[in-house]
């Protein structure tokens, strides 16, 4: 089955400075990778994904990045405030399997 | 609101109580899932249901009982369960392929004494 590693565990960084979270996924046959982040006390939220055949998506501050030869996709926050502050989970999903298998999490801590 | 709600928010149970757990979505997902949410291991997959039928356990115990009478409503059955069961339940709901659990409900947070 799919395996997927998140690094890092812990992420602390300045107001204003940018945040990287990467991931790396084992089987190749994964087309799909969706990040979420998980506020304190609340749902995790799909905030961004992209799909295999895409290298990068930018969504104002947030851009992903995916190289499917190394097996790796990144979340990239740029500009991080302090609302930026929580876990963010990784994911990858192969075709028709209907689930994701998840990172363990990141949790970012963006100081004033 | 994502549109997945779950009930209870909150629950306590002993070691011998039996309770449930639901979870209801009006998007109009075929899939649901369960998931286990604790320190140990932060997002743990242990059901899924894809149009009200069972496709996938993940090697979870048989005090844990899901039921999905149909594609807008999940159940976790709770019987029998240990303290190491205390945890943040999550359900989601998602469209098959590229699309999984998009959307989480808020969880119900379990604490067994």
């Known amino acids: 089955g799919e395996n997927v590693e998140q690094h890092p565990s812990t992420l602390s960084v300045q107001e204003g400075d940018s945040a990287v979270i990467k991931c790396t996924y084992s089987d190749s046959a994964s087309n799909y990778f969706p990040w979420y982040k998980q506020e304190l006390g609340k749902r995790p939220q799909l905030i961004i994904d992209i799909r295999s055949n895409v290298g990068e998506k930018k969504d104002q501050r947030i851009a992903v990045t995916l190289n499917k030869t190394a097996k790796h996709f990144s979340l990239h926050i740029t500009e991080t405030q302090p609302e930026d502050s929580a876990v963010y989970f990784c994911a990858a999903s192969l075709p028709s399997a209907g689930k994701s298998t998840f990172g363990d999490g990141t949790t970012l801590t963006v100081k004033p | 609101e994502t549109g997945v709600t779950q009930t209870p928010r909150h629950l306590v149970m002993g070691m011998t109580n039996k309770k449930s757990l639901k979870c209801e979505q009006h998007l109009g997902h075929n899939a649901m899932y369960w998931y286990k949410q604790s320190a140990k291991k932060p997002l743990e997959l242990m059901f899924v249901y894809n149009f009200k039928e069972q496709t996938e356990n993940n090697s979870v115990p048989s005090r844990f009982s899901p039921e999905c009478p149909n594609s807008s409503h999940l159940f976790l059955h709770l019987h029998t369960l240990q303290p190491e069961d205390s945890a943040l339940y999550l359900c989601?709901?998602?469209?098959?392929?590229?699309?999984?659990?998009?959307?989480f409900g808020q969880g119900t947070r379990l604490t067994v004494v």
């Open positions: 989601a709901s998602g469209g098959q392929g590229l699309n999984t659990e998009a959307f």
